[in-house]
């Protein structure tokens, strides 16, 4: 997992997360030399340093860019370290067959009901302060899910 500071990185530990890079710094004392595989939601300006976290044969995966899109010569990164044979790829589920996709699902849901998969939840919101919850994940403050109750 990426994120962007150690106390969530330790709140990202406490849930399960086996290895966390922090992109605040270097990931702290027990933090790997070096990632087989990076999956990256962020994006944005930060991109391009990901590679150097890599191991030789490395991959870059980018499954979202909310933090926008990287840099327009983020490529010359990857190509300047040609002789590490690192990858770049992207992954949307748009290309996940439909039939996949619900299979997932009802997975998923049959876990939750049976209590086997916790969702974290930052807050229950009545549904008609949507703009209040979007101003909070603005600003970074959100951890997990906010709920829209109708
Ligand atoms: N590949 C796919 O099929 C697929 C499917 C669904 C969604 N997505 C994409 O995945 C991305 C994440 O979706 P999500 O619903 O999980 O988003 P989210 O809850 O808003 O953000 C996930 C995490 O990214 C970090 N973050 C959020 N905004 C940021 C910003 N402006 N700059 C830097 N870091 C930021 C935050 O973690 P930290 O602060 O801990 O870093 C946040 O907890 C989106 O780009 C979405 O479009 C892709």
């Known amino acids: 997992m990426t994120t962007s500071s150690a106390e969530r990185g330790e709140r ?16 702290g004392p027990d933090a790997p030399e070096g990632f087989d595989v990076v999956l ?9 340093g990901l590679f ?11 499954v979202g860019a ?8 983020f490529g010359m990164t990857l190509m300047a370290q040609f002789q590490r044979s690192l990858s770049f790829a992207t992954f949307s589920a748009a290309t996940v067959p439909a039939a ?3 299979a997932v699902r009802e997975d998923q849901f049959a876990a939750a009901a049976r209590g086997g998969l916790t ?7 009545p549904l008609d302060e949507a703009v209040v919850a979007h101003r909070r994940m603005d600003a970074g403050e959100v951890f997990g899910r906010i709920v829209l109750a109708p």
């Open 12 to 27: 990202l530990r406490r849930l399960g997360a086996t290895h966390v890079l922090d992109r605040s710094g270097d990931g």
């Open 40 to 48: 990256d939601v962020v994006g944005g300006a930060g991109l391009p």
């Open 119 to 125: 969702t974290v939840r930052h807050d229950v919101l």
């Open 66 to 73: 909310v933090g926008g899109p990287p840099p327009a010569d």
């Open 52 to 62: 150097d976290r890599l191991r030789p044969n490395g991959r870059l995966v980018a």
């Open 100 to 102: 996949d996709l619900r």
